[in-house]
C-alpha cells in the first residue's frame, strides 16, 4: 500500500487571524503529521501481523485489538485534519451554492454559523457540517474523539477541531473565541469546491 503523505499548508502559518502561528505549527508539523506517521506504522504492522499468521481475535486484548483501535483513531485523524487546514485560510465571507442551502436548511447564514458554534461547544473532538450521502442532504454530526461519532456516508465539508491544542495556546480555555476565529478564516472557495464534490457522490 502507498504510503499516506503529509498535505503541506495552502498558505503561511502566520496567516491566520485570532490562530496563532505557533498552533499552527504545532498543529500541522506535529499533531497533524504524527497521524500521517502513525497511519503508515499501524498499516505495515497490520500487514506484518496478517502475513504472520498471529492476527488474534481477542476483544479484551490482543496485538490485533490495539492496531485496529489504533487504526481507526489516526485514520480519522489524518482525513479530518486535511480538511480542517484545508479550508482554513480565506476571508471567512460566505459564498457559493453552499452558502445557499445552508441558508436553506438553517434559515439564515446567522442561525447556522450560532448553532454550529454550539455544537462545537457541546464537542469534545469535532463540529462538523457534512454531505450525507443517505439523506442527500447537508447535516451537522459531533464526534467526541476522531474514532467515536462519525457517520459512514457522511462527507465532512467544514470539519471544526475543537480539541484544546487548537486554540488553548492563543485563547486560554475560551473556545468560543477561538470557535469565532475559526469562521473568520474559513475558504468558502475550497468549502464550495468540497461541497459540489460531495453532493455528486453517489452511494
Ligand atoms: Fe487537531
Redesign the pocket.
Known amino acids: 500500500m502507498p504510503k499516506r503523505e503529509l498535505k503541506p499548508l495552502k498558505y503561511k502559518p502566520d496567516s491566520l487571524k485570532g490562530i496563532s502561528q505557533k498552533t499552527v505549527e504545532i498543529?500541522h508539523g506535529k499533531?497533524?503529521a504524527g497521524y500521517v506517521s502513525k497511519s503508515n506504522e499501524i498499516s505495515e504492522k497490520l500487514g506484518e501481523l496478517r502475513r504472520s499468521g498471529k492476527a488474534e481475535g481477542n476483544q479484551t486484548y490482543s496485538e490485533l485489538r490495539g492496531l485496529k483501535l489504533g487504526e481507526t483513531f489516526a485514520i480519522n485523524?489524518v482525513y479530518?485534519?486535511e480538511n480542517?487546514f484545508g479550508i482554513l485560510g480565506g476571508d471567512g465571507v460566505p459564498r457559493g451554492e453552499i452558502k445557499k442551502a445552508i441558508e436553506k436548511k438553517w434559515g439564515s447564514m446567522e442561525e447556522f454559523q450560532s448553532y454550529f458554534s454550539a455544537c462545537g461547544m457541546a464537542a469534545r473532538g469535532w463540529a462538523i457540517l457534512c454531505w450525507d450521502m443517505h439523506e442527500k442532504e447537508l447535516k451537522q454530526y459531533n464526534c467526541d474523539a476522531q474514532n467515536h461519532g462519525g457517520i459512514w456516508g457522511a462527507i465532512p465539508i467544514i470539519a471544526m477541531?475543537v480539541?484544546e491544542?487548537?486554540y488553548f495556546i492563543d485563547t486560554g480555555s475560551d473556545r468560543a473565541a477561538y470557535i469565532k476565529a475559526f469562521f473568520e478564516n474559513l475558504n468558502w472557495d475550497k468549502i464550495e469546491e468540497l461541497y459540489q464534490k460531495a453532493k455528486n457522490y453517489e452511494l
Open positions: 498543529h499533531l497533524y485523524g479530518l485534519h480542517y477541531d480539541y491544542h487548537s
